[in-house]
């Protein structure tokens, strides 16, 4: 089947795919009309016509920082705001309006999440040598039992 033609032909199709008759498949009709709205709506939302889903790695330039940083101020954070009252009288507020952005180049469309990357050795992130190497011990825990592990670690 190359291209479904109706929604109960890409039902049978996701099916046959699961390994539908040889396998029996425990969903109720409404749990798969279900998923495959969830399919389509995700489809429609992240397909961006025919792109991929990539890791980008973006360095932050003293240009950016400077950019971000309020213009006649003390610069303190990407954006600074003050506000002062007094009571009965007026209120007077300062607001100081800064490019709290990043510019990304064309071939971007979209960013889903941003990840901290620490260039130091003590990195507490999903890139820190530690946790690299505690992914690659994930692997052999089908053969060594949790305590031989943590003895290990210690």
Same mark, same amino acid.
């Given at each position: 089947? %190359? ?9 049978? +199709? #996701?099916?046959?795919?699961? #390994? ?14 279900? %998923?495959?709205?969830? @399919?389509?709506?995700? +489809? ?22 400077d ?8 610069? $303190?954070?990407?954006v ?8 009965? $009288? ?7 309006? @800064?490019?709290?952005?990043? %510019?990304?180049?064309?071939? $971007? ?26 992914l ?7 053969? $060594?039992?949790?305590?031989?592990? %943590?003895?290990?670690?210690?």
């Open positions: 089947m %190359a291209k479904p033609q109706s929604r109960g032909q890409l039902i049978n +199709f #996701g099916l046959r795919k699961l #390994g539908y008759p040889v396998l029996e498949i425990n969903l109720d009709t409404d749990q798969i009309h279900d %998923a495959l709205d969830d @399919t389509l709506q995700f +489809f429609q939302q992240r397909h961006y016509e025919g792109i991929e889903r990539m890791f980008l790695k973006y360095k932050i330039t003293q240009e950016d920082v950019r971000g940083s309020a213009k006649d101020t003390d610069g $303190v954070g990407i600074t705001t003050t506000g002062i009252q007094t009571s009965n $009288v007026t209120v007077t507020s300062n607001f100081y309006e @800064t490019s709290n952005f990043l %510019a990304m180049p064309e071939h $971007v469309i979209g960013v889903n999440r941003i990840f901290k990357f620490d260039t130091s050795s003590i990195s507490g992130g999903m890139f820190s040598i530690k946790y690299q190497l505690f690659n011990d994930l692997y052999y825990f089908n053969s $060594v039992n949790l305590l031989q592990y %943590a003895m290990t670690k210690t």
